[in-house]
């Protein structure tokens, strides 16, 4: 696939393009594979036995506030930058960020960077199956680094709180984008997290990531487009994206910024947080 055929060229690279740069200085490879508890998957082990070569890991749930009940909360900044330091991971540096089901926890470690100050991030398109099926090759074990600096800085306005998105509805100045499967937007399946109500926050419309991730790609931009206009969203008008824990709503971050019409902010707790407060639940389709 010629890299003018990707999705969004200042989004993504290509495999042909990260196999014809493997080792390149400057460039660091991120493999930010996490998968949902009843998967019974783990990203790090799965890192260990093959990666793209070179390529470090991003735990997700290891490079959060460890301090908070939810799931995988964004880190301090403290944090953030040693945890990146000690990947070898710079500010400055390239960094191409891939995960093994195609595109599912890669965004959220893309936006994750970007929201931390990293200048230069990509997503590897079709991800670790592409790379795979394509015959390139794979190391195990723990990858190599070299010292880098990361000054982190957190761009607080990228992430909404509670607080924030219940306030921004109750005013009318904002549209919530639910990122989760629609039988459990609508509230007809039990949560998978323990302690969690079924149902979706009041107001918010439900657009579900199986309708922009085809194949383990981003869908093109006139799907995308259609898509949201489906889901009742005015891209005139400013959008939070939410989903059960802060991870997939990423990729509708990434479809949005896609289309040209970037969120206003990404709900970090999402349905984890709002299910289990005291907060109204509404259940049954959008409103």
Not at 94 to 122: C, E, H, M, N
Request: aromatic fraction near 8%.
């Amino acid at each position: 696939m010629p890299e003018t055929d990707l999705p969004d060229v200042s989004r993504f690279v290509s495999t042909e393009w990260l196999a014809a740069h493997l080792g390149a200085p400057n460039l660091v490879i991120v493999d930010g594979s996490w998968h949902m508890p009843a998967t019974g998957r783990n990203g790090r082990e799965e890192y260990i036995k093959a990666h793209i070569p070179g390529a470090v890991f991003f735990d997700i749930d290891a490079i959060s506030d460890l301090s908070s009940p939810l799931p995988h909360m964004l880190p301090s900044e403290t944090l953030f930058r040693a945890a990146m330091e000690s990947l070898g991971i710079g500010r400055q540096m390239k960094i191409v960020v891939y995960d093994t089901q195609g595109l599912f926890s890669a965004p959220r470690v893309w936006w994750t960077l970007r929201a931390f100050g990293a200048v230069d991030v990509a997503i590897l398109d079709g991800g670790f199956p592409k790379w795979l099926a394509e015959d390139r090759p794979t190391e195990s074990g723990e990858a190599p680094y070299l010292p880098a600096h990361f000054d982190a800085r957190l761009d607080r306005d990228w992430v909404a709180s509670l607080e924030d998105v219940a306030n921004r509805l109750a005013t009318r100045s904002v549209q919530v984008l639910d990122a989760r499967a629609a039988e459990r937007f609508r509230g007809e399946v039990p949560e998978p997290r323990a302690g969690v109500r079924p149902g979706h926050i009041p107001g918010a419309r439900n657009l579900p990531v199986s309708e922009v991730v085809k194949d383990g790609r981003l869908a093109d931009p006139v799907s995308i487009r259609r898509a949201v206009a489906a889901a009742g969203i005015d891209l005139s008008r400013p959008v939070i994206t939410s989903c059960g824990s802060g991870v997939t709503a990423a990729i509708l971050w990434l479809a949005l910024e896609t289309i040209g019409a970037p969120p206003s902010a990404l709900y970090d707790g999402s349905w984890t947080e709002w299910g289990s407060s005291d907060k109204p639940v509404a259940t049954g389709p959008a409103d």
